[in-house]
């Protein structure tokens, strides 16, 4: 081969080379966004943590933005504003399938199963309200807009065949109104709503202080209901009991759980998500005295993520994990 051509084309694939690893190094020093939920809820809190966690380890920004929840971080991650949100698994099935509130299909993976959240339907300890059927008549908080709680509440007042304004005259505009957990809150311990409704870990930070200051109960969650959202919503749903002494409340109450993951991107850089998983289980205790659900993530559960898949880069990391 002639000298002189070859080294043009060694100096080509050089100059290739430097550009590329040129904006790698740019794109790691991009500040990683996590969309998170309100403040209050687990979501927000987990999520602020987890970029401590991540700057502190790659050296890179990272921070967490405040949205209404699941839906919300779902988009984003979507629309590229976010690499990486919180999501009930019923919305992220939602998202795969451009059902409910996505109008198309979403490309994503998982990071990592994280905890099951419980569904709280919230109300005030002396009320007269027993289960949710006694909520026709109700002034409810169903979340905010573009939560995955919002999400729920609809379905599960379907279930149980209770439809806005049920209770109401015709002068009424409506029964229901959209609440983040703290505006929620102070709502019913004002009388402004009868009930709430919130879907997290336990305890929730935001349900723990209305506890502290307000004596609450949680209606519970029938088998029939479940049943009827496993077979409209491909069984993601379960059913579990709160422990006794959760919130001040004695007796155990039985009520519906979701699984929760940390989502990216189908397309996201496969070391960059590495990094995340590797920052999310390095820095579990560190987060864990903080947020105590995060004490629930486990390694071995971690990859059953169910129709979602899990990302190449998150995957790369629980194989080196392997003993």
Known sequence: MN?????????????????????????????????????????????????????????????????????????????????????????????????????????????????????????????????????????????????????????????????????????????????GTQQAAKALQSEEIDAFFWVGAIPTPGVSELAEAFPIRILPVTPDILDQLNADHADVYGLSELPRGTYGIDDGTRTMTIPNYLVTAADADRGEIREVANSLFAGRAAIARQVPAAALLDIREAIFTGQLPLHPGAAEYYRSQRH
């Open 3 to 179: 000298t002189g051509r070859s080294r043009r084309i060694l100096s080509t694939v050089l100059a290739l080379i430097g550009m590329f690893m040129l904006t790698s190094c740019n794109q790691q020093h991009d500040p990683v966004v996590i969309a998170g939920g309100n403040p209050g809820g687990v979501y927000h809190a987990y999520g602020s943590m987890l970029a401590t966690e991540l700057s502190a380890n790659t050296g890179r920004e990272a921070t967490v933005v405040q949205t209404d929840g699941s839906v919300e971080n779902l988009q984003r991650i979507g629309s590229g504003e976010a690499l990486l949100g919180f999501a009930q698994g019923d919305t992220v099935a939602d998202a795969l399938t451009g059902a409910g509130d996505f109008s198309e299909q979403l490309e994503l993976a998982a990071v990592s199963r994280l905890y099951d959240e419980y569904v709280h339907i919230v109300v005030a300890r002396d009320s007269e309200f027993v289960s949710i059927s006694d909520l026709a008549d109700a002034r409810i908080s169903l979340g905010s807009p573009g939560s995955g709680v919002q999400v729920i509440a609809h379905r599960i007042l379907e279930a149980a065949g209770i439809r806005a304004g049920d209770g109401l005259s015709s002068d009424d505009v409506s029964d229901w109104v959209t609440l």
